[in-house]
């Protein structure tokens, strides 16, 4: 079955540091590739879509210029939290969705665990 | 605005014991509904309903769609302490890149 590759798993870094979250899909191309977020015991909400060779579509309430997402190729999409705060701590996870236009389910990532100190 | 809402928010049963969680929504666009299951790390799929009234099945799971009264539930028969897990049902806008719209998820514990 289709495998979403993230790395890292774990990232504990200081305040005002930039951490790069990067998310593969490893059998299969990704047009579209979405970055949730989600806190302690609830769902998962949606960041942003990051679509390959144009910019992402954020969603209502999230910093575009905090939250940098590059889709660089058909397998690959990175998360960059700039200058991160106590605040941005949470766990972040991609998923990838075959093909766009089809009923194809999107395939999650195992996850980043973000602590900032 | 978009809602999805899971019933109940957590269960404890015993092992052997059947199970049904609901997910109803209210969805301007709606597509399909999907089921994943969440332990530790990212939620796994398990089921993805498009058409009313069309069981899926997979071994002891199995869900149903009704598009009329906006709602699916997921059945767990036999239930063994490997169920234990958040269940998650997103639905799938009928938008250009078909983004999810997650309920709050429903906690399930099996006891042994």
């Known amino acids: 079955g289709a495998v979403v590759s993230q790395h890292p798993s774990w990232v504990i870094c200081k305040s005002g540091t930039s951490v790069k979250i990067e998310c593969r899909s490893l059998d299969f191309q990704a047009t579209t590739m979405f970055w949730y977020r989600q806190f302690p015991k609830q769902s998962l909400m949606l960041m942003a879509t990051s679509n390959e060779g144009s910019k992402a579509t954020y969603e209502q309430g999230v910093e575009k210029d905090k939250f940098l997402i590059n889709h660089a190729s058909l397998t690959l999409s990175t998360l960059t939290v700039t200058s991160a705060h106590p605040e941005d701590s949470s766990f972040y996870i991609c998923?990838?969705?075959?093909?766009?236009?089809?009923?194809?389910?999107?395939?999650f990532g195992d996850g980043t665990r973000l602590s900032i100190l | 605005e978009d809602k999805v809402v899971q019933s109940p928010l957590s269960l404890v049963v015993h092992e052997g014991d059947t199970v049904t969680l609901n997910c109803s929504y209210e969805?301007?666009?709606?597509?399909?509904l999907l089921w994943y299951k969440q332990e530790k790390k990212a939620p796994t799929f398990l089921f993805m309903l498009?058409?009313?009234?069309i069981e899926k099945k997979s071994g002891r799971l199995s869900s149903i769609l009704d598009k009329k009264e906006l709602f699916s539930i997921l059945n767990i028969t036999a239930t063994q302490t490997g169920d234990s897990a958040v269940y998650l049902c997103?639905?799938?806008?009928?938008?250009?890149?078909?983004?999810?719209?997650f309920g709050t998820g429903t906690r399930l514990l099996v006891s042994p």
């Open positions: 969805v301007t666009n709606f597509r399909s």
């Open positions: 498009t058409s009313s009234g």
């Open positions: 998923s990838a969705r075959l093909l766009q236009g089809h009923n194809q389910p999107q395939h």
């Open positions: 997103a639905v799938v806008m009928n938008t250009g890149f078909q983004k999810l719209v």
